[in-house]
């Protein structure tokens, strides 16, 4: 027997992506938010969902770009911190001490010290309710030279990636392997 709950949101988990951005004056800013992920393969797009009243809207619509950039486990800190304070009266980077880089194709930053880093330009906004919907064209995908890679696509275990529980707001790591995809399921219909 299931039990409604009636409309909620209930994706589990959501990803923890740290949208950066800069301002009118080119001040990097850093936001986290949950709301995103991959929305096609070809060109390669990825969205994200903001609020109007985050500082970060705001540069999305001037720029027409953004970075997402994939924290890791030892970053869990940082990102929390992203999410919780705007950047409109605080310098993200200069309280975490961590290092905005300029995009080598967008008018975006990106952070030195996470893994995984997308640069994207903005090819779609959706006005959608309380959220706006931003599809960025990924221009560029840069990791960490020491994370090795298989088949071109980098070794989750050694990015370490954090994820968000929407219910209990608290974060977590990957889990560890359980089947591999596009092989477990011929056996159903074999």
Same mark, same amino acid.
């Given at each position: 027997?299931?039990?409604?709950?009636?409309?909620?949101?209930?994706?589990?988990?959501?990803?923890?992506?740290?949208?950066?951005?800069?301002?009118?004056? !080119?001040?990097?800013?850093?936001?986290?938010?949950?709301? !995103?992920?991959?929305?096609?393969?070809?060109?390669?797009?990825?969205?994200?969902?903001?609020?109007?009243?985050?500082?970060?809207?705001?540069?999305?619509?001037?720029?027409?770009?953004?970075?997402?950039?994939?924290?890791?486990?030892? &970053?869990?800190?940082?990102?929390? &911190?992203? !999410?919780?304070?705007?950047?409109?009266?605080?310098?993200?980077?200069?309280?975490?001490?961590?290092?905005?880089?300029?995009?080598?194709?967008?008018?975006?930053? &990106? /952070? +030195?010290?996470?893994?995984?880093?997308?640069?994207?330009?903005?090819?779609?906004?959706?006005?959608?309710?309380?959220?706006?919907?931003?599809? +960025? %064209?990924?221009?560029?995908?840069?990791?960490?030279?020491?994370? *090795?890679?298989?088949?071109? *696509?980098?070794?989750?275990? *050694?990015?370490?990636?954090? /994820?968000?529980?929407?219910?209990?707001?608290?974060? &977590?790591?990957?889990?560890? *392997? /359980?089947?591999?995809?596009?092989?477990?399921?011929? %056996? /159903?219909?074999?």
């Amino acid at each position: 027997m299931k039990k409604s709950l009636g409309a909620k949101t209930l994706v589990y988990p959501t990803p923890v992506l740290v949208i950066c951005t800069y301002d009118n004056e !080119g001040k990097p800013n850093a936001m986290t938010a949950a709301w !995103g992920g991959i929305c096609c393969s070809s060109p390669p797009c990825v969205a994200i969902s903001l609020r109007k009243a985050t500082y970060t809207h705001g540069n999305l619509m001037a720029k027409k770009a953004f970075t997402i950039n994939i924290p890791s486990e030892s &970053y869990v800190r940082e990102a929390d &911190y992203f !999410g919780i304070v705007s950047g409109k009266n605080e310098d993200k980077f200069a309280k975490t001490g961590l290092t905005p880089v300029k995009s080598d194709i967008v008018d975006a930053p &990106y /952070i +030195g010290e996470f893994p995984v880093n997308l640069e994207c330009k903005i090819i779609h906004v959706i006005e959608l309710g309380l959220h706006t919907q931003f599809i +960025g %064209e990924v221009m560029d995908a840069k990791i960490d030279d020491t994370i *090795q890679e298989k088949g071109n *696509q980098p070794m989750i275990e *050694q990015i370490k990636p954090l /994820i968000f529980a929407l219910d209990s707001r608290n974060y &977590y790591g990957i889990g560890k *392997q /359980i089947a591999s995809g596009f092989s477990i399921g011929n %056996e /159903i219909g074999g």
